[in-house]
């Protein structure tokens, strides 16, 4: 059963190329991106009218869910979502089918979905991506020595990029940037010529790494040769419009933001427009996109969808000073997923809302994930400070420092 999930996207992928020459009109596209995005397109044209068969429910279900991870929209992820539930009602106990979806639940944060589907392909447990979901789910759920230890025994079993660059995430957010940067170059080695959204993604990886450390020009280099890679990806934007505002180049990068919400709509690039605009001091440019996102982060918990708590959370604890509502959305958060990141929120919410001694409880269950993080120490700093720790508070300050001599730079919430 080894690589079993990778044989069937692999039958997937080549029912996509014969689907392909089949004589199609061709699509004019001038971007790297729009070639990926019209091929997939082509291909969910392309198939036949639903007949209930496994093999073309799981085509709808696999090609919707890529169309969705490409785009990145809210709309593409719900029909992959709808063809999902289309598949399981027909196609029902099928073990890849599982699989399938429980990588879908997790790219929408949905731990408790995942885990489910992952029992229903439990057939599959020897399998690598089997693992590699159950580490997926150890790294939501702070578990970060076990995920690292089953990347590591799934990655001595058969070289992925995807498991290095799994590996070389966690060895980031523990500090050991060289250690991290070798297991990103190895992934990047693995990654096919033909998949360069993928080589695209590991550099911005790298950049942001880079970036995190106070290295900016190493991280320009690195989101060019993304660019360069996998052009026209709207990722690249995010991360580039980042990069200028750190650097202080707020034209260009308000230039960028504006772009970018327009080719990927997403609520998190409404704020951060908004956040760079309260960030230069224009809080009536700001509350506009600092509304639009509201909206869409509240429309998107009203569809009890989960994946935008932690959004909420940190929106309301630094873009509209709402200590109350931001401590209400990282305790939901907190709740389906304890890890640094969702403590760090809780205890800054908590602090926000001047409960510095509960802030205090979460700040240190956050720093005894170990992990090597400027803001998450800047966050310690105040909340140590205002519960009278003052010594640590300054220790941590200096922490943040040394981590990233630029912390105080403009940052996105990611």
Known sequence: MFKRLSKILAGLAFAALALLLTGLPPVEVST?????????????????????????????????FLKGTVTGLERDSAKAAAAFDRAERDVGGNPDFYLLRASFELNQHRLAAAKADLAQAAVLEDDPKYRVLQADIAVQEGRYPRAEAAYRQVSERKREWDTLARLAYLRWKNGDIEDADRWYVEAEELISAKDMRAYAWVELQRGLMALSRGRNDAAWAHYQRADRAYSGYWLVKDYLAEWFAAQRNFDAAIALYRKLVVCAPRPEFYQALGDLYAYIGKPELARPWHDKALAAYLASAGRSEVKY?????????????????????????????????????????????????????????????????????????????????????????QKAAAINPRYDSFHVHR
Request: no cysteine; aromatic share 12%; net charge negative.
């Open 32 to 64: 790297a991106y729009q070639q990926e995005l019209a091929g997939i397109e082509a291909s969910i044209s392309a198939l036949p009218e639903p007949s209930g068969s496994d093999k073309e429910l799981m085509q709808r279900a696999y090609f919707a």
């Open 309 to 397: 708590y932690h959004h909420l959370a940190t929106f309301y604890a630094d873009a509209r000073m709402d200590g109350a509502e931001a401590v209400k959305w990282a305790q939901q958060d907190s709740q389906l997923r304890g890890n640094a990141m969702t403590w760090d929120a809780l205890a800054w919410a908590l602090y926000r809302n001047g409960q510095y001694a509960e802030a205090l409880v979460e700040s240190k269950k956050a720093l005894a994930a170990g992990w090597q993080d400027a803001h998450l120490y800047f966050h310690a700093a105040m909340i140590h400070l205002a519960a009278g720790q003052i010594p640590d508070g300054k220790a941590y300050l």
